[in-house]
């Protein structure tokens, strides 16, 4: 084992989660390696769209039809465009296997989908936490709200989140910086629905952006949002969290990072006789070249689903079927957020009023299905997204016109319109899973994963509740025209794939323990969507960065005591 491919910790991955593991073990003094499958990516000048016009694409950021063929799957995403198509993988090259359906949207590059995601985040509630217990499906989570929310406050501070304090049960409050305004049609609906009802309440904005910096974000090079609402291009003002932006430049300053790029982990390496993992085998993404590198703790970081592939082949004598799996669940539970139902329509009033500046983020309604009983015929809860805009796409999906038609009514305010759109929880079950193909490989030799996810009659009596509950709040809301819709989509197109190495108390139903740390092997950790033993219905990546910083001071605290 040479001396320069070791160091005190290896991240796997450098996005979201990957991001905060880094950080925090660097922090505390790690030497630390972070292996990402990608190219580099340099906070604001690799931002090549950033600060572009619409006239300055060829093609006024719509995508041509044969990139669109040529990429089925990643451009069926919203934020797949010809400003932004540089941070998604193109179909062709990274092959995997859809028994069922599925479309996985993926970032492969430093930063992983931390530079395009939409940036919403809401705490979970011990709701959530106590849900498979009470209902009956999953496992127990082997922790509560308490466990959590300091290392949520430890991550929003730090990531600058804003939000408003509503004291809320089922969406609680964090450390947030002040949160955007309503526009008044969502204040008016805001009025007219709390008026309405007890159990519904439609907060203002939770998502990871500055609109006003504090001392530690300045420290981070960060600066205030500016409010373009161009943020899948990359922010050069760092106005939203990222780990370009922020977690790995701050690592970095430490002194303590060392970052891989075009490194294609394999697999994790275990040794029989030290009963331990000792180390990381990669394929070098351009030369094709195994290499190794040695550590004394591992995180796997690489989401989920890749997560869960590299578990899956990190194989040895001790573990012919995959780290960790004596039980034979990895790769099992594999759940993710239903995306499928919206409402929209029309209102007739405010004619004399507009909305200033682009304000990149939008209100939300608070889960309120089967939080102290099961009130429902399914199982699980939903969080409603509200939207309410001037002008924009009409009902039918029609713009306002061509040319200079186009031109003439761009001269008017156009009319107001609003929705509603879900996200909703989906039940893990062991069908739903990932397996590694036995015969076919990636281009670096790795088998590929073959996906066999899908929703289920849960889900869909899920959307008839919602589309039946949105319409009738859009009534009470003044809200006219309205017209529903179930897209139907199949999983991945969420991008909220979650589980298959879950945590739990017990070794024989799940894989990691309430540290993220595997049962069986107690120097690995997994802190991306892959430990999540159910999906709540919040917005997902804030709590994995939770997880992440949490077990990594864990993690340093055990190296301390001798214990890894
Ligand atoms: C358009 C869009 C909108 C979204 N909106 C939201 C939202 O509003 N709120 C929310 O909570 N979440 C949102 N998400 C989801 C969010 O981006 C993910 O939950 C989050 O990025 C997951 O963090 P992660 O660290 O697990 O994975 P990632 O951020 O994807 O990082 C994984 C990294 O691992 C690397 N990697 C993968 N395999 C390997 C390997 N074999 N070897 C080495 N490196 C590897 C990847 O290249 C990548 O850099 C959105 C995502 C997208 C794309």
Known sequence: MGDQNTYDAIVIGSGISGGWSAKELCDRGLKTLVLERGRNI????????????????????????????????????????????????????????????FD??????????????????QRWSNFEFTAPMRYGYAVDWPIRYDDIAPWYSHVEK??????????????????????????CLEAEMQKKISAHYKDRFMVRTRWAHLTKPEPIHIQQGRGQCQARDLCTRGC??????????????????????????????????YDDKKGKATGV???????????????????????????????????????????????????????????????????????????FGRNPTSPMIANYRNLHKQDTDYIGGFLTFVWAARRGIFQDGSIEGIGADYKDSMTEPGPWQAGMYMQGETIPKETNHVR?????????????LITSVAYDDNDDKMVKDFLEQSSEMMRV????????????????????????????????????????????????????????????????????????????????????????
């Not at 093609?59 to 041509?64: A, F, K, L, Y």
């Not at 990139?67 to 995997?96: L, Q, R």
């Not at 590694?436 to 590929?448: A, M, N, T, Y």
């Not at 108390?505 to 033993?533: E, I, R, W, Y």
């Open 42 to 101: 340099e906070h604001i000048k690799d931002y090549p769209t950033a600060t572009k016009n619409p006239w300055d694409f060829p093609h006024r950021m719509t995508e041509p039809a044969a990139i669109i063929k040529d990429n089925p799957v990643i451009s069926k995403c919203y934020a797949f465009g010809e400003d932004t198509h540089h941070f998604f993988v193109k179909d062709a090259e990274h092959p995997y296997i859809q028994e069922k359906p």
């Open 477 to 564: 809301a003044g809200i006219e025209n309205i017209v529903t819709h179930d897209t139907k989509q199949a999983p991945g197109l969420d991008i909220h794939e979650m589980g298959g190495c879950r945590m739990g108390n017990d070794p024989k139903t799940s894989l990691l323990n309430k540290h993220n740390q595997f049962h069986l092997c107690k120097n690995v950790f997994v802190t991306d969507g892959a430990c999540m033993t159910t999906t709540g219905n919040q917005s997902p990546s804030i709590l994995y960065m939770a997880f992440a910083a949490r077990a990594a001071n864990f993690a340093v605290d055990e190296l301390k005591k001798g214990n890894l």
């Open 236 to 269: 050069p003002f760092g106005g939203y969290f990222s780990s370009v932006s922020s977690t790995l430049p701050w690592a970095k300053k430490t002194g303590n990072l060392t970052i891989r790029p075009f490194s294609v982990v394999h697999s994790i390496i």
């Open 436 to 448: 590694l193909s036995k015969d076919q490989k990636d281009p670096w030799g790795i088998p590929q």
């Open 281 to 355: 085998r990669i394929i070098d993404a351009n030369t094709k070249q195994s290499v190794e590198y040695f550590a004394k703790v591992i995180f796997v970081n690489a989401a989920c689903l890749n997560s869960n592939l590299i578990l899956l082949n990190s194989v040895s004598n001790r573990f012919p079927n995959g780290l960790g799996n004596d039980n034979g669940l990895l790769g099992k539970f594999i759940a993710f957020h239903n995306y499928r139902a919206g409402v929209r329509g029309t209102y007739n009033g405010f004619k004399d009023q507009y909305t």
């Open 158 to 183: 730090f990531a600058g989140i804003c939000g408003g304090k509503d004291g809320l049960e089922a969406m609680p409050d964090g450390d947030y910086l002040p949160p955007f305004e309503f526009n």
């Open 104 to 121: 996985w949207i993926r970032g492969y590059h430093v930063g992983g989908k931390s530079i395009m995601w939409g940036r919403a985040c």
